[in-house]
């Protein structure tokens, strides 16, 4: 992976957005407080659906809050692509060799096949889920809070490992 990081490094160094993202007092911050806002809103639109599945909030309706907060989540993981690709810019070639990287890298990955598995194998029967929901769609709920938490901290670890 780290050859793979190094490239891209290299590339986003070649096409100018690395000595960008480095040469200016106010991309980094900008970049890194859009980074934070897609978490927010990723982890906060999501986590609430993955709660409410999990067995918190009976009273709401899962399919609605999934309605209204799915598009949250995926205008945060939107959000967060191109900030996360300035970020790592501005760092590409530390950043390739950073343990803690490839693991948050590796999470995301899992996250992501997480969340569309999900959506594969339950996404038409949450409609069905007023009273009793099945315990591997909690579980693959529960995976996904834990598995973003655990994202959201290593992204804040990566400045001192």
């Keep these: 992976m780290e050859g793979l990081l190094l490239a891209?490094?290299?590339?986003?160094?070649?096409?100018g957005v690395g000595p960008w993202a480095r040469g200016s007092g106010i991309v980094y911050p900008v970049a890194n407080s859009f980074h934070l806002l897609?978490?927010?809103m990723l982890v906060g639109g999501?986590?609430?659906?993955d709660l409410r599945i999990a067995g918190l909030w009976r009273g709401l309706p899962?399919?609605?809050?999934?309605r209204a907060l799915t598009p949250v989540a995926i205008l945060g993981l939107l959000i967060m692509l191109p900030s996360g690709i300035?970020?790592?810019a501005a760092d590409g070639r530390s950043l390739a060799g950073s343990g803690i990287f490839h693991v948050k890298l590796a999470l995301i990955a899992v996250a992501l096949a997480n969340a569309v598995a999900f959506r594969w194998r339950w996404g038409d029967r949450v409609r069905e889920w007023r009273h009793r929901v099945s315990g591997?769609?909690?579980l693959m709920a529960l995976a996904s809070i834990g598995l973003?938490?655990?994202i959201g901290t290593l992204g804040r670890w990566i400045a001192y490992g």
Aim: glycine share 6%; charged share 10%.
């Design 8 to 15: 891209a490094a290299q590339w986003l160094d070649a096409a």
């Design 46 to 49: 999501i986590g609430v659906v």
């Design 136 to 138: 591997s769609a909690r």
């Design 62 to 66: 899962i399919e609605a809050l999934s």
């Design 148 to 150: 973003w938490l655990a």
């Design 38 to 40: 897609g978490l927010v």
């Design 86 to 88: 300035v970020l790592f």
